[in-house]
């Protein structure tokens, strides 16, 4: 069996499993579909992980259960995450596994000035975010180690991003992008290996079990200077950048589900949204890797 089970084979889902491979640790992949990097100390499995008897059996004498895994879409967490999260409790109790689970912001809510560090409430009024404050209360309540492990927008390679969504394409075509967000706020940006770096770290430090901590990220930049960034580092010409009216996807919302969705999230990008994750960083001794070195190694996968 694999000292190491991870749900997920995005891209934290992969980071965490090439992290663990370097230290030659087995490494269990569970997906739908098979997926996940090919190497030798890799076992891809392509099961359904919110199968709790399933996820307990391909679990079974596992160190640590990682949960990577996100719904693609908005529309789908109420239908798809409960069941997940109740099946990774489950196979964890059951194989008296630590479980390590990845997470946003979204639990917070919008709070004054925009400030997040690892002691601030959980006080998210929309339903995304209730669902995720419920989701971890679940894991806490449960009688199991576990940890939660809170980052930012993604930045790096294969990240699903403001870049691979808007800024890329319209980069690759030389055009304007729309950004739903203002232009000018400053916003943290997590690069997804130091989030896998911090759950390999954290799942395996018992200091770090019982409660939430933060990935250490970059200064927060504004979407205006991290679009010239980008620009620079696929050595192309900065691009125009045209901020969408707040009301737009509000109004789209009204007949559009992920429009209605995306907009009960718009705090985030029209106002400022600083991650610190100080106490972390003390605490376990973990770095944040140079914003400009991420958006190289996103660029370059990107246009592979």
Avoid at 130 to 144: H, V
Wanted: with cysteine.
């Amino acid at each position: 069996m694999a000292d190491h089970v991870i749900i997920g084979a995005g891209s934290i889902g992969t980071n965490v499993a090439r992290l663990l491979i370097e230290r030659g640790e087995s490494v269990r992949m569970v997906t739908r579909s098979g997926s996940g990097p090919d190497h030798p100390l890799i076992e891809r499995v392509a099961a359904d992980a919110s199968a709790a008897a399933r996820l307990t059996e391909l679990s079974r004498d596992a160190k640590v259960i990682y949960h990577c895994a996100n719904p693609p879409s908005y529309t789908t967490w109420e239908r798809l995450l409960p069941p997940l999260q109740t099946a990774v409790i489950a196979a964890a109790k059951a194989n008296d596994a630590v479980l390590a689970l990845t997470a946003g912001l979204y639990a917070y809510g919008e709070q004054p000035g925009g400030q997040m560090d690892e002691h601030t409430p959980m006080a998210a009024t929309g339903r995304k975010g209730r669902l995720r404050k419920r989701l971890w209360e679940q894991s806490l309540n449960a009688g199991i180690r576990t940890v939660e492990v809170r980052g930012s927008d993604y930045i790096g390679k294969d990240a699903a991003s403001l870049y691979s969504m808007i800024i890329g394409p319209a980069l690759e075509k030389g055009r304007a992008a729309w950004i739903p967000g203002h232009l000018d706020m400053p916003h943290t940006f997590t690069c997804n290996r130091d989030m896998a770096t911090a759950l390999v770290t954290l799942a395996q430090d018992e200091r770090a079990w019982g409660r939430a901590w933060h990935v250490p990220s970059p200064p927060a930049i504004t979407i205006r200077e991290l679009a010239q960034r980008y620009a620079a580092a696929a050595g192309k010409p900065p691009i125009k950048l045209i901020q969408l009216p707040r009301f737009v996807m509000r109004a789209a919302g009204v007949f559009v589900p992920i429009a209605r969705e995306i907009a009960e999230m718009d705090y985030q990008w029209y106002a400022p949204f600083r991650l610190d994750a100080t106490e972390t960083a003390r605490t376990f001794g973990l770095t944040t890797t140079d914003l400009d070195v991420a958006l190289r190694d996103q660029v370059g996968a990107i246009a592979v």
